[in-house]
């Protein structure tokens, strides 16, 4: 019924979703029911952990900004982000790396296997739908070819 919109959409859960289990399981029943995708908010955060994961069986996952800040610098963040993908991966489930704000920081999650990245650093929030910009685009690209990363 929905279908043409559907497909460009994505349910995005976050904490706040807590506080009604019930409502939050009608919700989903509703976006399956149409093909539409979830995605887990702020991941190691909070409410956010594996158990979400499976009892959501959610198609994204979106790395909180706490995880990713500094990961280029903290080994102990890249293992368990490294994890994370990996755990992600097996179940076929697509990571975002939220407030990337350093070249470095998305390097990191980009070796680590994370998919997709925001943040001030690719692309400051804009109202417009806008492509990214061409230096990015590149910086992408070179970082990709370096580490002989194939993207999914």
């Given amino acids: 019924e929905y279908s043409d919109v559907c497909r460009n959409m994505v349910l995005e859960i976050t904490e706040a979703e807590n506080d009604d289990p019930e409502h939050l399981r009608k919700k ?3 976006v399956r029911g ?3 995708p979830i995605a887990i908010d702020d991941y190691g955060s909070g409410y956010s952990n594996e158990s979400r994961i499976l009892s ?3 198609d994204i996952v979106k790395i909180d900004i706490n995880l990713v800040s500094g990961i280029d610098a903290n080994p102990d963040k890249r293992q368990l982000v490294k994890n994370i993908v990996s755990f992600c991966h097996q179940k076929g489930i697509r990571l975002v790396g939220e407030g990337i704000e350093t070249r470095e920081e998305l390097a990191a999650l980009m070796g680590v296997g994370v998919d997709y990245g925001q943040g001030y ?3 400051r929030p804009q109202f ?3 492509a990214l910009p061409a230096e990015i685009t590149e910086e992408i690209r070179a970082l990709v070819k370096k580490r002989g990363l194939v993207r999914r």
């Fill in 28 to 30: 989903i029943d509703f």
């Fill in 34 to 36: 149409q093909n539409i």
């Fill in 56 to 58: 959501l069986q959610a």
């Fill in 121 to 123: 650093y690719i692309m």
């Fill in 128 to 130: 417009e739908l806008a």
